[in-house]
C-alpha cells in the first residue's frame, strides 16, 4: 500500500489549548486574529476553532462591529 | 428586576474631559435615581475607530457597568440617542454570561485539582488570563 503522502496536522481550537473561556467583545486585539484583511468572519474550517467557541466568537466579533472595534467592512 | 449589565459608549472626542465627566455623573444619577447601583466606571480614554462615524475617526470609550432594571436601560439609551456628543452605544447584559462562566471554572478546578497539584497552577493562570 501506497501510503499517505501528505499528513494534515489536525488543527486544534486555540481557545481550548489556552484555556478562554468567554470571549470578550472588549478585546479586539484577540478577535482581529479572526477577521482577515476583509473583515469577514474566520471559518472553522480554516482557523479550527471548535464550535462552541466559534459560536461566542461570532457573537463577540458582531458587538464589537457595532461599538467600532473592528471594521464591518474594508473599502 | 435587577440585572446586571455593561454600557459601552463612544463619546465625541472633541468633547473637553470635564464634560465627558459630566456626561458620566448624568448617567451614574440616572441610573442610581432608578434604584439601580453603578458598580464602575471605566474611561476607555481616545481609541481609532474601525470606521467612520459622523465624519469621526476617533473616538473617546467609556465603560459602565451596572446593576439595574431594564427600565432604567430603556431610559439611558433614550437618553444616548437624544444626545449629540454620545456617537454610538452598546448595552450587554453580562449576569447570565458570568454565572456560566463560573460554572465552567468549578468543573474545571475540580478536574485539575483531582488530576495532579502541579496542573492547578496552570489552571488558575488561564483563569487569570480569561478575566483579562
Not at chain 1, 51 to 62: E, G, N, T
Not at chain 2, 14 to 22: K, Y
Not at chain 2, 68 to 78: A, C, H, P, S
Request: aromatic share 6%; charged share 30%.
Amino acid at each position: 500500500m501506497v501510503q499517505k503522502q501528505f499528513y494534515r496536522r489536525r488543527k486544534v481550537c486555540k481557545f481550548c489549548v489556552e484555556k478562554i473561556d468567554s470571549i470578550n467583545y472588549k478585546d479586539a486585539r484577540l478577535l482581529s486574529q479572526f477577521v482577515p484583511e476583509r473583515a469577514k468572519i474566520l471559518p472553522r474550517r480554516i482557523s479550527g476553532v471548535c464550535s462552541p467557541h466559534q459560536r461566542q466568537l461570532k457573537d463577540a466579533i458582531k458587538k464589537a462591529r457595532n461599538i467600532a472595534l473592528l471594521p464591518f467592512t474594508t473599502e | 428586576m435587577i440585572r446586571k449589565y455593561e454600557i459601552m459608549f463612544i463619546v465625541d472626542p472633541n468633547m473637553p474631559e470635564d464634560e465627558i465627566d459630566q456626561l458620566n455623573a448624568q448617567v451614574e444619577g440616572l441610573v442610581t435615581d432608578g434604584g439601580g447601583q453603578v458598580e464602575s466606571i471605566e474611561k476607555l480614554g481616545r481609541k481609532r475607530l474601525a470606521y467612520e462615524i459622523q465624519k469621526h475617526n476617533q473616538g473617546f470609550y467609556v465603560l459602565f457597568t451596572v446593576a439595574t432594571d431594564g427600565n432604567v436601560i430603556k431610559e439611558v439609551e433614550r437618553r444616548f440617542r437624544v444626545m449629540d456628543s454620545v456617537l454610538r452605544y452598546l448595552t450587554v447584559r453580562i449576569d447570565e454570561a458570568e454565572k456560566k462562566l463560573q460554572k465552567v471554572r468549578a468543573i474545571r478546578q475540580k478536574k485539575s485539582s483531582s488530576a495532579s497539584p502541579d496542573s492547578e497552577s496552570s489552571a488558575e493562570q488561564s483563569a487569570a488570563n480569561g478575566s483579562q
